[in-house]
């Protein structure tokens, strides 16, 4: 069973900076698909960004040009550098590993953007 653990979430001003990062426990890392999603009180889980074995990530509109998501393939692990932190970033971020059509799911960490 796949497990994966998120770390890194807290509280931040606006404008200010978060790195989040993912550890993945099983094998074969560089086949999943591993992505990043957050959920605001209130409101559905959305995509931030995604990333394959190999290649460059895709990212929600709302996030282009500020977060930016990478992996170690050796460490298993997916970080999301995230930039220029706005109040509306505020929600608890989920890492997420696909393979095979298969979810696997972090427990979430908390993100506030916040004076």
């Known amino acids: 069973q796949v497990q994966l653990v998120e770390s890194g979430g807290g509280l931040v001003q606006p404008g200010g900076s978060l790195r989040l990062s993912c550890q993945h426990s099983?094998?074969?890392?560089?086949?999943?698909?591993m992505g990043w999603y957050r959920q605001a009180p209130g409101k559905q889980r959305e995509l931030v960004a995604t990333?394959?074995?190999?290649?460059?990530?895709e990212y929600a509109d709302s996030v282009k040009g500020r977060f930016t998501i990478s992996r170690d393939n050796h460490m298993k692990t997916v970080s999301l550098q995230m930039n220029s932190l706005k109040p509306e970033d505020t929600a608890v971020y989920y890492c997420?590993?696909?393979?095979?059509?298969?979810?696997?799911w972090g427990q979430g960490t908390q993100v506030t953007v916040d004076y």
């Open positions: 997420d590993g696909k393979q095979d059509g298969v979810d696997y």
């Open positions: 099983g094998s074969i890392f560089n086949m999943y698909v």
């Open positions: 990333l394959k074995g190999g290649g460059r990530g």
